[in-house]
């Protein structure tokens, strides 16, 4: 099977060489339908002589893929059509002074857009014209431009005219051989811009259906229309709003829906219960609806959405150019959120003439949504709809008195039989047409289209002085189209309807368009009134419900405030915040801290970028290298470090100059190089995190002082607690709790190393086995998280270069120190009581038992300040040097409160001696040994 589009070109290229006779072999591989239903109305009655020509005409019945879907939409606009286009020509036939016999082959457009059937048609058309005396002259069509457009290609193959009676798409003006008797969509826009500015609405929102371009061309016509009139800026108009497209919804000609062919009184509505059994019309038919019939509709997932987003959004109107289909299935669901108890908003629509005023929608119980709204429709004459009423109804008429009669109108007992909301036509009550018959807006295009076609070829048969043989030898479409059709001036119509108004006469401008008038009707109390109308380019309405801006307090309207306070304009989302933004009514907002606003949104600036001043762009920020030691609590930091490692190098000194006093020999010496060491590398920590270059040695570096400096103190204060206790269980314990003091898993080896080993080398040997373990942990650490990489954080207006290890991942190398400190705290408390030179003992409990709450303090602050999803726009610019300020400063500051803690009263004391021994000696009468030489002794 060829695809459809190339099965046009086949189709039209051999229609095109194939002129002259339509029937040869031309192979279009085209579905095999069963054979074409033709109306032949307006048949030459024997006895007249009058040359015949031929209309070929087609309207929307069917739908579908194979034909067989009813279009009930609009009241059976298709139907109506075709009706008054018979009646149109019968009644121009029976005028005395017509010369010409105007014939018609009425055909099912089927709504086929891809021309395939309407080809099918002209095929079928041409194989029934034929003969020297007959011949056909144009073609009438179709309903829709979708289906307009591929056709218009076929009947200029053809070299026929085409004239539509309801496409309205602008592209089809630039068609050639084509004209319409309706007016393209930017007059449409023309009317709707003039009632927006009669109302002085400010903002709106054009309504769609997918995949159906009317709604773009009604939004791009306004924009083009406030450009030619320089009033861009006076509106916000929001992007369209697309309903979605039903090509396989199944027949939607429900009895609920044919509600608007009866009477709008309540005497004769029919009675609908939502429980109820069945459904009561005029004319005795009852019929049993199945709860599809009431509740039908292809609702598609995302339709609740889109209900909700346009009852949720701030514009003050909306323009509607939806299909039929999607305006059912909207009116259902404003139902849906009515009853689940949504409040009303008065929508103030303005609709195109796909919002159709004949449906009754008191039956969907959404007045309070419609109130007001305006519907814009192509005028009809009050006379031609009165004519059609009384044509209808004598069609039925005939039906109904002679059920056997074989109708001309193939279509008529089906359509009927649906209008009477039956099921089978041959049994059925069909119902009468009464004064409240719904008469389809367009039927004055159709009888214009074919006053058009009648008027025109007569000049053409005048222009051959009456003679037949030059009329059909010399008949030529481009001619006929160019000279004839497109300067046609025609009163015709006015003297078929009788009427008397002015500004009736049919006539096309230079582009094949008619001259525009529009009846303009408001929904007022569940129905819909006319409130006036459109024509000459001027808008003449007498509303009976004001449109209002919805204004908002500060000056402003709601969609579109005045802002103040340091806020911005920025689109509002409605309904969901997947759900597109209403791009073109505002709300006033602050703005994040990394954002700018650009065009109505807020956009958050990328990583290493940040909002200038006007916060309209986002500017690139330098990178830095490291953390910024201008920070105050930085500057504190290494204040304190400074003074921390002077203090640790000069009670280094101190203790090493008085290394050989009894008061430093009893603390064990060889202790006190770790203890200093430890203290050191914490002060270090803190300076070099600021100061150090920026490289990955620095950073393993740094990483390997937080982890092992305090392992050098906790490490000695481990191993001299623990010796002090050993001491303690030795000399005071009884022999059964000196089981306390364990013993070796390999005694016999432990023996044989330890006795090689003093005990300062037995304990400077444990000091280093802890040291290692925690440097081998610290270059696992290394491994795992790859601490020594230099990454990008991004805290509030920053971009900062660091080592690739947070305060929390710290901890991780800080874990062993906390078993040392638990360790040290657990001997320090047992030896709390050891009697000990110079109160070391209870010294040293007050040394670990700080450290681990000055350790404990900090970790609790970290937590607390910590940025758990890592430092963002929501940072504040320094947290960083924050944390890594607390982290160091809860080091550094317990490694000195410890020193502080075990060696103060230790100085104090050598202080206290140094002064002593300064003192001059007296003898024992009491008078100054001034023998500074004499050693003691002596």
Not at 186 to 207: C, E, G, H, M, N
């Amino acid at each position: 099977m060829f695809p459809p589009i190339f099965k046009l070109v086949v189709i039209t290229v051999c229609l095109g060489i194939n002129l002259a006779e339509l029937t040869g072999d031309c192979k279009t591989d085209l579905p095999n339908l069963e054979e074409l239903k033709v109306y032949r109305s307006s048949v030459r009655p024997e006895g007249d002589t009058r040359p015949r020509v031929t209309l070929v005409a087609m309207f929307p019945i069917h739908r579908g893929t194979d034909c067989s879907d009813l279009v009930c939409v609009k009241n059976y606009n298709g139907f109506q059509r075709m009706e008054i286009f018979v009646w149109t020509l019968n009644k121009i036939n029976s005028l005395p002074e017509r010369k010409l016999f105007v014939e018609s082959l009425i055909y099912d457009s089927c709504s086929d857009t891809l021309a395939e059937h309407p080809i099918r048609v002209l095929n079928d058309a041409k194989a029934r014209v034929s003969g020297a005396e007959n011949m056909i002259i144009g073609v009438v069509g179709a309903s829709y431009s979708s289906v307009t457009q591929p056709f218009s290609k076929a009947t200029l193959a053809l070299n026929l005219p085409l004239i539509s009676y309801a496409s309205s798409r602008n592209s089809l003006s630039e068609y050639a051989m084509f004209a319409r008797t309706v007016w393209s969509d930017d007059v449409q826009a023309k009317a709707i811009y003039d009632i927006l500015r009669k109302f002085k609405l400010t903002s709106f929102k054009v309504l769609g259906t997918r995949e159906d371009s009317n709604s773009n061309g009604i939004e791009s016509n306004l924009k083009e229309e406030m450009e030619q009139k320089n009033t861009t800026s006076t509106f916000s108009t929001c992007k369209i709003v697309k309903f979605p497209q039903m090509p396989n919804s199944k027949n939607q000609c429900t009895c609920v829906r044919r509600k608007p062919l009866l009477p709008r009184t309540t005497s004769v509505r029919p009675n609908i219960r939502r429980n109820s059994s069945a459904v009561n019309f005029p004319g005795g038919a009852v019929i049993s609806p199945q709860e599809d019939d009431i509740e039908h509709g292809n609702k598609e997932v995302d339709l609740p959405t889109i209900a909700a987003h346009i009852t949720e959004s701030k514009v003050d109107a909306f323009v509607v150019a939806i299909k039929a289909e999607s305006k059912i299935d909207f009116l259902k669901e404003l139902r849906r959120m009515k009853e689940s108890g949504a409040q009303p908003r008065r929508l103030q629509l303005i609709a195109t003439d796909t919002w159709d005023i004949s449906d009754d929608l008191s039956v969907y119980g959404v007045d309070d949504f419609l109130q007001g709204s305006i519907t814009i429709v192509p005028e009809n004459s009050p006379e031609l709809e009165g004519i059609l009423k009384d044509h209808l109804k004598n069609l039925t008429s005939r039906m109904k008195t002679n059920p056997n009669s074989d109708d001309s109108n193939p279509w008529l007992r089906e359509v009927w039989s649906s209008v009477s909301c039956c099921k089978d036509p041959e049994d059925c009550a069909f119902i009468d047409v009464d004064g409240n018959f719904s008469v389809d807006t367009k039927v004055e295009n159709v009888m214009n289209t074919a006053i058009i076609y009648a008027e025109s070829i007569e000049k053409f048969f005048e222009a051959c002085a009456y003679d037949q043989s030059c009329f059909y030898e010399e008949f030529s479409g481009t001619v006929f189209f160019r000279d004839y059709i497109m300067n046609v001036y025609s009163n015709l119509n006015q003297r078929l309807i009788n009427s008397t108004e002015d500004g009736l006469s049919v006539r096309l401008d230079c582009d094949g368009n008619s001259f525009p008038k529009y009846a303009i009707y408001q929904f007022f109390k569940n129905k819909f009134e006319k409130i006036g109308s459109w024509k000459d380019d001027r808008l003449n309405i007498k509303p009976l419900i004001e449109l209002r801006s919805r204004s908002h307090g500060n000056g402003g309207t709601l969609c579109n405030p005045v802002c103040t306070d340091g806020k911005y304009k920025v689109y509002d989302r409605v309904t969901t915040e997947t759900a597109e933004y209403d791009d073109c009514c505002y709300s006033c907002q602050g703005l994040p801290v990394n954002a700018i606003h650009q065009n109505g949104r807020i956009k958050h600036c990328p990583k290493g970028s940040w909002p200038n001043e006007a916060k309209d762009a986002c500017i690139v920020v330098p990178v830095e290298n490291g953390f910024d030691a201008s920070y105050p609590p930085a500057t504190i930091q290494l204040v304190f470090n400074t003074l921390g490692t002077v203090a640790v190098i000069g009670v280094g000194i101190l203790l090493g100059w008085n290394r050989e006093n009894d008061i430093i020999k009893k603390t064990g010496v060889h202790y006190v190089p770790f203890l200093l060491t430890g203290a050191l590398l914490c002060q270090l920590l803190g300076l070099g995190i600021f100061i150090l270059p920026l490289t990955p040695v620095s950073c393993f570096l740094l990483h390997l002082i937080a982890g092992t400096g305090p392992t050098f103190l906790l490490a000695a204060i481990l191993v001299k607690t623990h010796k002090m206790h050993e001491i303690f269980i030795t000399t005071f314990q009884s022999e059964e709790d000196k089981s306390f003091k364990g013993k070796s898993l390999c005694p016999q080896y432990a023996e044989l190393i330890i006795s090689k080993l003093s005990m300062k080398s037995r304990q400077i040997v444990g000091i280093g086995i802890f040291i290692s373990v925690q440097a081998l942990l610290v270059l696992c650490l290394t491994s795992a998280f790859n601490t020594n990489k230099i990454i990008d954080i991004y805290p509030a207006s920053r971009h900062i270069q660091v080592c690739n290890v947070n305060v929390i991942e710290c901890f991780y190398s800080q874990i062993f120190n906390i078993l040392l400190l638990v360790l040290c705290i657990t001997y320090a408390y047992m030896a709390r009581h050891v009697p000990s030179d110079f109160n070391e003992t209870k010294y040293i409990s007050f040394a670990v038992f700080g450290y681990f709450l000055i350790l404990m303090s900090g970790a609790c602050v970290l937590l607390a300040i910590h940025e758990s999803a890592g430092f963002s726009k929501d940072s504040k610019p320094h947290d960083p040097e924050l944390e890594i300020c607390v982290f160091s400063f809860m080091l550094s500051f317990s490694a000195l409160f410890t020193i502080g803690m075990m060696f103060t009263n230790k100085l104090h004391m050598l202080i206290k001696q140094f002064f002593k021994d300064r003192q001059p000696k007296r003898d024992s009468t009491g008078d100054v040994d001034l023998n500074l030489e004499q050693e003691d002794g002596q």
